[in-house]
């Protein structure tokens, strides 16, 4: 990976709807940049991949939901994964069309140490 790789591992959930948009918004600007982008769903960020948190949660309240801006993000070229939670039991129905992969902390790890920046918001 080279410079232009940027990894973006998304922690803030529904406990804190403020902080959701950021990581998404800025993925966009980078990616409408021509950097290659990914968003790592990770801790209680997994939860934006559930269909019914990522359609409620609006990081202002009048605003749109994190949806709008996962959506924004994956259509400037970002890649969206997500970290598998051993022994929570996934259904892919309930899951945002927008989501790539579901990886493991292992992948994480690697992503970490390959990519030359590294974001945690």
Do not use: N, Y
């Not at 591992?9 to 959701?20: Q, W, Y």
């Not at 924004?72 to 997500?82: H, S, T």
């Not at 996934?90 to 140490?113: Q, T, Y």
């Amino acid at each position: 990976m080279d410079s232009r790789d940027i990894l973006i591992l998304v922690t803030s959930g529904p406990s804190t709807p403020a902080r959701c948009a950021a990581p998404f918004h800025i993925a966009t600007l980078l990616a409408c940049m021509d950097a290659r982008v990914t968003l790592f769903l990770t801790g209680e960020a997994t939860q934006l991949a559930r269909r019914e948190m990522a359609e409620t949660v609006r990081p202002m309240a009048d605003g749109e939901c994190v949806l709008h801006f996962i959506r924004q993000a994956k259509q400037a070229g970002a890649r969206l994964l997500m970290c598998r939670q051993p022994g929570v039991a996934l259904d892919a129905a309930l899951l945002i069309e927008e989501l790539d992969e579901i990886s493991s902390g292992g992948e994480l790890a690697r992503l970490i140490l390959e990519t030359e920046k590294v974001l945690s918001l």
